[in-house]
């Protein structure tokens, strides 16, 4: 699935660029300055132009073409790290569509694509676990490049055997990646909940209170900087 105008726009007006001209730009230039801002992130996301063995790539990741996919990467005009227009790379799309050996061949190659986000702020993590691929989850979480909270909210949830569910339930309430689930409530998370133990609702709080404590520095962090 290719990201909803809703999540587009959402991602656009979280973008720093834009928080920060609102801040100190005077009023009477915010409108010229915001439309200048627009264009220079929104171009990106629709005029990127692939070749055909780029295209080839991406096609054979989407499909599960192993043999495909190792061959264009074996000749040299793409390479692991690729993106399409969307900022997807292989491995954001092999995990999507549930292609565990492709998936294992690509982490070999390169780890930092992990929780690289995608121009919409998807990740590999949250796709894998949007569509059910429970294998294709462990085999990422067990890569110790990705940030520790992260890495430690999908075990979780992938070991609690609530990982699409719980996804699935954000979506549903407009959280279309994990850095929009600070203001998920209990309340929200209740129907995914009922099916734990106490001991395991306790466990998964504990995770999803440390990752939303992880996004909120960046946050600030990011604030600070501007």
């Known amino acids: 699935l290719r990201p909803s105008h809703l999540h587009r726009t959402?991602?656009?007006n979280d973008n720093p660029l834009l928080k920060f001209h609102r801040k100190v730009v005077p009023q009477s230039m915010k409108g010229a300055i915001e439309a200048a801002v627009w264009v220079l992130l929104i171009?990106?996301?629709v005029?990127?132009?692939e070749t055909d063995k780029e295209r080839a790539y991406f096609e054979a990741a989407t499909k599960g073409d192993f043999y495909r996919v190792k061959q264009l990467l074996k000749e040299g005009e793409v390479t692991i790290d690729h993106l399409n227009e969307h900022g997807e790379s292989a491995l954001f799309l092999a995990c999507e569509m549930g292609h565990e050996k492709i998936v294992d061949f690509i982490l070999g190659g390169s780890i930092s694509l992990i929780d690289f986000k995608t121009n919409y702020g998807r990740t590999p993590?949250?796709?894998?676990?949007?569509n059910?691929?429970?294998?294709i989850l462990k085999l990422l979480v067990a890569n110790a490049h990705i940030e520790e909270p992260i890495r430690h909210f999908y075990s979780v949830l992938v070991t609690l055997g609530i990982a699409q569910s719980f996804v699935l339930l954000a979506?549903?309430?407009?959280m279309?990646?994990?850095d929009h689930l600070n203001?998920?409530?209990e309340e929200d998370i209740a129907p995914v909940m009922n099916s734990l133990t106490a001991s395991q609702k306790k466990k998964f709080k504990i995770s999803l209170l440390w990752m939303q404590n992880h996004h909120k520095q960046k946050e600030e962090t990011k604030k600070d900087e501007l």
């Open 132 to 135: 059910g691929h429970d294998n």
């Open 183 to 185: 203001n998920i409530s």
């Open 176 to 178: 279309e990646d994990d």
């Open 10 to 12: 959402r991602w656009l």
């Open 47 to 49: 005029t990127a132009v």
């Open 125 to 130: 993590l949250w796709m894998a676990s949007r």
């Open 171 to 174: 979506e549903s309430l407009g």
């Open 43 to 45: 171009t990106p996301l």
